[in-house]
C-alpha cells in the first residue's frame, strides 16, 4: 500500500530541465519511480533523456497521464507552477523548492486545500494532497521516491516516517533500517510557515494505510503542529507513534534556519511538545538512537 | 528580518496607514533638527528591538529643540536589555485618549491570516490574553480572499471598541492587512494604536516583520537590513552563505540542515557539553562551504573541540571531506574536529578522510558516539545533565 | 419537508433597520417564519419591533442561534455582507439585493462555493447554500417564507417551483394554487451574472425531498442554465419535471432588463432550451396557464 | 454599457496594456489635427459598435493628415448596419505581422472567469470556434484567486502562439486580466491581438463591456455613457426609471418583472398580435411610476392598444390602480388599455378601477384573455401564429 507516492505514481517534474531538477528527476527514475514528462515553458518538444519535456503541465497529463507532480522551480514561480499542477489535475504536488515567500505560499495552499470553516486544520478538503515546500519528498522504499532523500539508507517494511525535518529524515530512517526496521513511505514534510501538509494530514493517511504499522514523528521546536498533532493523536489514531522532537537545548527566541523554529512563549518548546505527545500516549525518544529503540520497544509490546 | 519602528512605520505610511509625523535620528543635532522641523511638542523613543523600552528610560517628552537635544543625549547610547541605542525616532507628540492594540500575523495551523484587536493596548498581549482572553477579538482571513469590510467590523466590534474610535479603526484596518500582504510581512503590530483627543485613530508603535524569502521582490529591503547591527562572526558566517548563530558553550558544531543541528545540540548537552554555536550548511554543500564552516568556528577562541555532523542527501560525503582535507591543509587547525559522516557517498567520504590523516581529526560512526568523543575531547562533561523532559 | 427553508429556520435579516428590510422582514415573521434578529452595524442593542439588532452576523448567531439570513442591504456592501453571514457560520443565505456589481459576486459565490475543479458547476461544494442576489427569495407554504414572495397566493402541496424570473414565481404559483396544486417550497433563484445556485443545485434538493412530487422551472432566454439542467434533469432527476420559458419573442440581442437575458447565438433562445428540455423529457408550456394544466396531466398519467 | 473601441483602448492603456497611439475625431479637421500630430501613416476607423466595419468602409489607411482629413470626410456620417458614424479613430499604423484573438469574460456556468485566446485572429470567434473549436484556447481563472503566470502560459501555449509573440502575449495578459476586473467588466475582447514587424504584441481593436450596477465605483462611467446615443424615448423612460426597448409591433407592454414582460410578450404573439415595445416598472413601481410607463407609451403613434399585466409582490396593486387613474385623468388617453390586476392588495386595486370607469379602459382576469383582448382591439391578428418550438 504506502501513501502518497507508489507504483501507481506517474511523475511530472516542474523544472526538470534544470541542474537540480534533472539530477533528482533522474535519480528518482532510476530508482524506479515511474518518470514520464518534464515541464519547462519554451522547451516543449524536447528531452531530458528520452523523458518527453512538456510547455505546460496540462499538455503533460494530457499526453501521459501523470499524476504527480515535483516542483523544483526556483523560489520566484514555485507558487504559480504549484497552481499549475493543480490547474491541471493533478492529485500530488511535492514543492522542494526552499525559500519559497510564505505570502505565496499561504495564497496557493489556502486556494488548494479550499477554504472549509472549523476543521479546515485538520483535513486537508481539497481535491490535491500538497507536500512541502522546502521539503526533502516522499519515498515509499521499493515503490517510488520522488524527492531527494537518499533511497541507499531506505528499506521497504512497516513503520510510516514523518517529518519537519529533512536531514532527521535521513537520521532517522539509518537508525530504523540499522533495526531492520523497513519504512512504509517517509515523509519530509518541511519547516515553512505555510505547509502543504502538516502532521495531522499524513498521519491520517498513515492510519488508513494496510503497509503501516506503526509511525515516527519527527518534530521540531516553534509552533504548534506537534501539540495540534498530540491532540488528534489521541481522539483518532489507531496505531502506535513514536516520536522525536529536535530543539531541547536551542535557545529561546533564536532562530535555527527554519522560519517555523522560532520558539514563541511557552508553546512550541520541545519540552511542551514532548509532554504534550506523551500525554497522548507516544513515547519520545530523546536521541534518533532511542527513537529506533522505542520503536522496537512498541512492536515488541 | 524584524524591523526597527522608524522602519515598519515609514513602510506603513506608504499604504496610508495613519502615524505620527516623525523623523529618525542618530544624533544630538540630528534630534534636534527633527524636533524643529516639527515645530511642536516631539517624543524622542529609543530605536531598539526589544520591549520595555519606555519603563527603561528610552522614551521622553521634549517639549523644544533644545530639550529634544538633551533627552537624544541621554538615550542615545543607553543600553536596553542588551542593546545599544543607536538612533531615536522624533515624533510629533499628540493628545492620546485611548490606547488599543491591532495586529495581523500568518496562523499557520489554520494557513490563514490572523487579526486580533483589543480595546486593552499599551500592554504586553500576552498578558491580556491570559488574564482576559475575551478582551480579544480574532478574525482570520483567507489569504485568497484578501480582506473585506465584515472582518475590520468584526474586530472592531468584537473588541469593543469606544464608538468613538470605530469609523477610524475601520477604515485603518483594510490598509494595515494590505501593507501586511504587499511588504510580504509575517507580523504587523500596532501596540498601542490610539485614540487622538481630536477623534483621529493613529498607529503609534509599530513591530513589522518581513519575510526574507521575498526579499528579491522588495529592492528597499537590502537598505533596511543595513540598520541592523549583525556580531562580526555571524554576518562573516553570513557572507559564506552558513546559517550560524553565537552560543555560549564550547563545543563548535556543524551539521546540514537545521533539524539534524538542533538534533546535534541536544546530544552534545545529553553526553554533558554545551554547544558553542549552531551551524547549518544547509543542502548540498559543496567542499568550499565545509571549508568555511570550518574556518569560522576555528576563528572562535572559546572552541575547544568541533562536532561535524553530516548526513548526506543532496550533500555529498566525498565533497564534505574534501572540505575538510582542504580547511586541514590551509588553516592552523589546533582544535580536535570529530567528524561523523553518512548519506551519500559517506563511503567514499570516509575513505578519503582514513587515507588524510591528521593529529586533529576524529572519525566516528554515530552521532552518539561522536557527541561523547566531541565532549571528552572539549576536556569533560561540563554541569549538564540529561535535558528535560519525561523519559521514554 | 420542503427544501432551503422550512419550521427549523432561524432568520436573521441583514438590513434588518432599512425601509425595505424592516417592511419584508416583520411580513415574514407575520407569517410565521422564527425571524430571531437583525444586523446593522453600530445598531446594536436596539430593536425593531421586538427583534434584537446586533452590530455583527457573529454576535447575532452566538445569541440566536440564527442558521438562515437575508440580505437586504444596498448594492455596494452587499456581497461584503453575504462573506460576513458565511464567516459567521450561516447555512442558508437568501439576497433580495438588486443591482450588486458581477465582480463582487463573482468574488464572493466563488469562494462560498469552493473552488472545485470539473463538475463545480453541477454541486455546490460549500457549507452554505446561497440563493439569488437579485431574486424574491424562497416560501415553503406554511413553514417559513424569506424574502418578498406574496404568500397569499401560495398553498402548501406537493410542487417544487424554482424560477429565474421573479414576478412568474408569483403568476405560475398563482395558475398552481388556482387548480389546488400546493407547493412544497418556491425558489426565486434570480437572473444575475453570478447566480448563487442555479436550476440544478435546486432540483437536486427538490429531488432529494421527501415532499416534493413534482418540480416546475421557469427559465427565461440567456446563458445556458436550462440547456444544462436539461443535461442533469436526464441524467438524474427521478421525479416529473415540466418547465415554462420566457420569451420566445423576444428579439436577439436585445437586453431585457436582467443581465443574463442576452441572446447569444443559438443557444440561449428560449426555442434551443425548450428542445434542449423537451430532449430531456420534460414537458414545456407555452403560457403560464399552460404550465399548470401540464402539470395536472403529468400528476395524472 | 458596450465602450466604443476609443473609450475601451483608453481605458486598457491605463492598465499598461499596449495599444496603439491614436485620438478620436469628430469631424475632418480633428481628424487631420491627429493625424498630424502623431506624424506617420494613420489608420482612421469608424466608431460604430457593430462587426464588419471594414468591409463596409469604415477603416482607412491615409499617409497625410490631409489624407486623413478626406478619409474621414468619407467616414463620418456614413451608415454601417443602422449605426451612422459619428467619430473616428486616428491611430498610427503599424506593420502588422499576424493576427491573433484574446479575450476575458464572466462564464455564468462556472461561476469563474474565461480566458479565450487563438492564434486565427481578425475573423469572428463564433467562427473559429464552429470551424476549428481546437484553435481556441481557454483557461478559467477563479475570481477570488486571481490571475497567475500559468495561467497565461496556458492560453500561449495552448493556442500555439508564434514564439516570437510569446514573451509580450504572456506580458500582456494578467494586464488585460486586472483591466478586465477593475473596470468591472463582463466581456474585454481583443480581436485582433497583432504582433507587430518590430517584435511587440499590440492590441489592435478592443471591445469592453462593462457592468452598469458598478456605475457607482467608476466615476468616469457617466462621461463614456454620455458619448452612447439612446433613442429619445428610451432616454425618457430610463429618466423616468422604467427598463423600455423599442420593438416593431402595435400593442403596448406594461409589466413587473423582466420574466412576466417577457411571458406577456410571448402571450401576445400566440394570441396574434406583436408588442410594440418591452417595459418593465420593476420591483416596488408607484403610483407615479406607472403613472409615468403609460404616458411613455402612449406618446407612441404606433401603439394602438396596451397591455397592462402587473402581478405584485412588492409592488401593490393599489399603488398601480392609482397610477392608472392618475395617468387617465391627466393625458388624452385615446386607445385602450387592457389591465390585469393579480398578487399584493390586487383585489383593492381592482376595486378602485372600478369605481373609476374609463372608456379606454378594459379589466381582464387572466393573462391570456387580456392578450387577446388587447389584440382584439387594436385591430385583430396580425400575421403571426403560435411561437416555434415543439409543443407540449
Known sequence: MAIIVDATTKLVVQGLTGREGRFHGLRNKAYGTDLVAGVTPGKGGSDVEGVPIFDTVAEAVSDTRANTSMVFVPPPFAADAILEAYDAGIDTIITITEGIPAMDMARAV?????QGGAGSAEAQNGRAT????NCP???SPGKANVGIIPSEVCEAGPIGLVSRSGTLVYQIVHELSQK???QSTCVGIGGDPIPGSDFIDVLSKFNADGQTELVVMVGEIGGDDEERAAEWIEDNMTKPVVAYIAGFTAPPGKRMGHAGAIISGSRGTAQAKAEALEAAGVRVGRNPTEVAELVVEARGS | MDLFEYQGKELLRRFEVPVPEGRVASNPAEAAAAAEGLGSKVVVKAQVQVGGRGKAGGIKVAESAGEAREVAEQILGMDIKGHTVKRVLVERAGDIKEEYYLSFLVDRSERKFLGMMSAEGGVEIEQVADENPDAIARVHVDPSLGISDFHARKLVFGAKLNPAARKGAIAMIPKLYRAFVELDASLVEINPLVLTGDGKVVALDAKVTVDDS?????PNFGELRAAHEVPEQERLA??????????DGDIGIIGNGAGLVMATLDVVKAAGGDAANFLDVGGGAGADVLSNAIEVITSDDNVKSIFLNIFGGIT???LVAEGIIDALGRLD???????????????????MLADAPHAMLHAEDTMLGAAKRAVDLAGGAGSAGPPGGGGA
Open chain 1, 130 to 133: 500538497l507536500i512541502g515546500p
Open chain 1, 110 to 114: 489556502g486556494y488548494i486545500r479550499g
Open chain 2, 214 to 218: 521575498a526579499d528579491y521582490r522588495h
Open chain 2, 333 to 351: 587547525v589546533t582544535i580536535p574536529i570529530v567528524v561523523r559522516l553518512d548519506g551519500t557517498n559517506a563511503e567514499e567520504g570516509r575513505k
Open chain 2, 316 to 318: 555529498r560525503g566525498d
Open chain 1, 180 to 182: 531492520n526496521l523497513g
Open chain 2, 238 to 247: 553570513k557572507e559564506k552563505g552558513l546559517n550560524f548563530i553565537k552560543l
Open chain 1, 137 to 139: 519528498g516522499v519515498i
